[in-house]
């Protein structure tokens, strides 16, 4: 369940940095029609992620949306507004396959416009690569942000989305130069996470809790982005092995923001790893009453399938891979997350080595990327092509776990070999 827990922190930095988190939606796109303008519904809330008078703000701004579409359809202000609570709205609910679609073509229509101010147009570029990062869509992203920070190249915000890209597709060093940027402009909870990343991928651990703590600092308590980087930094102690650390933090999460889904989820694999089953079967049942979060799911499926509970883990696949579906209809790229459950659920290295070189396709230089083929191809007892992935995936400098384990697994594999 290691490479799951990995899986998870990588989506966590990312989906935070991106303003956005990775799951599915179970339905399709429903739209209001506002004079000529569509424009999405917004979906209720379940009752544990209503938050009170956050959700009634929630609705209200969404409804004085609509009104000022209703007298000039043509409202960039609106429009933009729209996005931006489709994205929180994405990260908050799990419902993406309704929201990031509906961010993409509100922003898709403003950048139609022809009319449109400096300002305006700068910031539905930074939304739309905040949305492709989110789907995954990296290049896309980079391409969009390396526009927009033409149009503005002051703005902390932007500089952020090229980490995340810059990160994404390998190019370590233009990423910190991007992050070193950011942080001059403005230091808070977003810079000092995307610092945090960077230090952590190039084997800084400890300066890379520090910068986390610093982002903690800076948001507002029970807020949505700070309980998020909160949860990052949870994730961070939780890889790591450093269970008693990462369970404070998630408590603390929850009684900022109760039923935090992503906090309440990393309880049970706090249970999970320390062997206690039905506590951990029980805490994550109550994470995907929350959301349809698929990694819930997935972590549910590690369950069963450590306890040999088959009829239950085939159960629990099936509706894994039709939320994975959904995803991919909706334009997000999965292909680690199938390599991850071919290989870690279904023991199926070939299938799991198909996805993982799609991936690699698009982006060779990333060192999640190499870790996961390694891991693959150490699985398949190729050695000669594990060792060049983890040469690609080290050259970091990073501690990651998994990468330390790996190495060690590989050197005994060749020592057998040679024998």
């Not at 994404?168 to 909870?189: Q, R, W």
């Not at 199926?348 to 083929?373: C, F, H, M, T, W």
């Amino acid at each position: 369940m290691e490479y799951l827990q990995t899986l998870r922190l990588q989506k966590n930095l990312v989906l935070f940095l991106a303003f956005g988190i990775l799951t599915m939606a179970s339905c399709e796109t429903k739209t209001n029609m506002v004079a000529s303008v569509k424009v999405a519904d917004l979906l209720d809330r379940g009752d544990q992620i209503q938050l009170g008078k956050e959700w009634d703000f929630i609705q209200n701004f969404y409804s004085k949306q609509l009104i000022a579409l209703r007298k000039d359809p043509k409202d960039v202000a609106a429009k933009l507004n729209l996005a931006e609570l489709f994205i929180k709205e994405a990260r908050v609910t799990g419902e993406h396959g309704h929201y990031y679609p509906a961010a993409l073509d509100v922003v898709d229509q403003i950048l139609a416009t022809k009319e449109l101010s400096k300002n305006q147009s700068f910031k539905a570029m930074t939304l739309k690569a905040g949305v492709q990062l989110s789907l995954h869509e990296f290049s896309a992203a980079l391409i969009t942000a390396k526009t927009a920070v033409q149009v503005n190249p002051n703005n902390a915000q932007i500089y952020g989305v090229l980490v995340d890209c810059f990160v994404e597709l390998g190019d370590y060093e233009a990423a910190v130069a991007a992050a070193d940027k950011m942080i001059s402009i403005k230091p808070d909870i977003r810079s000092y996470s995307r610092v945090s990343y960077l230090r952590e991928i190039h084997g800084d651990k400890v300066g890379a809790e520090d910068a986390l703590t610093l982002a903690v600092k800076a948001g507002y308590p029970g807020y949505e982005e700070t309980a998020w980087a909160m949860q990052t930094l949870g994730e961070l102690y939780l890889l790591y092995g450093e269970y008693d650390k990462a369970e404070i933090v998630f408590q603390t999460i929850l009684e900022d923001r109760a039923d935090y889904p992503f906090a309440v989820a990393a309880l049970g694999t706090i249970a999970y790893q320390k062997k206690d089953f039905k506590k951990a079967e029980e805490i994550t049942q109550s994470a995907m009453a929350i959301i349809p979060e698929v990694g819930f799911y997935t972590q549910m499926a590690q369950i069963y399938k450590e306890q040999n509970r088959q009829e239950e883990f085939e159960e629990i696949i099936a509706e894994v891979f039709v939320m994975l579906e959904d995803d991919v209809v909706h334009g997000h790229n999965m292909n680690l997350e199938y390599a991850d459950i071919y290989l870690n659920l279904l023991d199926d290295a070939e299938k799991a080595l198909s996805y993982a070189q799609l991936e690699y396709g698009k982006r060779p230089n990333n060192i999640d990327v190499n870790r996961v083929l390694a891991d693959i191809y150490n699985e398949q007892g190729d050695v000669t092509k594990a060792h060049m992935h983890l040469a690609s995936a080290s050259s970091t400098n990073s501690k990651h776990p998994e990468l330390i384990e790996l190495k060690k697994v590989t050197r005994y594999s060749k020592a057998l070999s040679s024998i």
